[in-house]
């Protein structure tokens, strides 16, 4: 493993954190991979993938908490797929 060296921690942060390793019987060191580690995760599930949809980015937050069924993902599809033959339809002069 290697090491990291953080410089320029703001005091009360430092603080912070000593108290939280204190707290949960951890080490420092220890406390901070654990709160780095949470971090990248929070950040990774924060961010949407380039190109998806809103649909696809609800349905990835839902289906991973297995609180969609099969048959509303595939009516969901069916809407988005609808919306999307849309795109580039002429309008319809409406005077």
């Known amino acids: ?7 320029d921690i703001p005091e009360p942060l430092k603080r912070e ?6 707290k949960g019987g951890q080490s420092l060191s220890l406390k901070a991979i654990d709160l780095l580690r949470k971090g990248m995760v929070a950040e990774k599930e924060g961010k949407a993938e380039p190109g998806l949809t809103a649909w696809d980015a609800i349905r990835a937050a839902f289906a991973s908490e297995n609180a969609i069924s099969d048959e509303f993902a595939q009516m969901m599809d069916e809407i988005e797929a ?11 002069n409406l005077e």
Not at 17 to 22: L, T, Y
């Open 1 to 7: 493993m290697g090491d990291m060296l953080i410089r």
């Open 82 to 92: 609808e919306r999307k033959r849309d795109f580039g339809r002429t309008i319809e």
């Open 17 to 22: 954190i000593e108290h939280a390793a204190r």
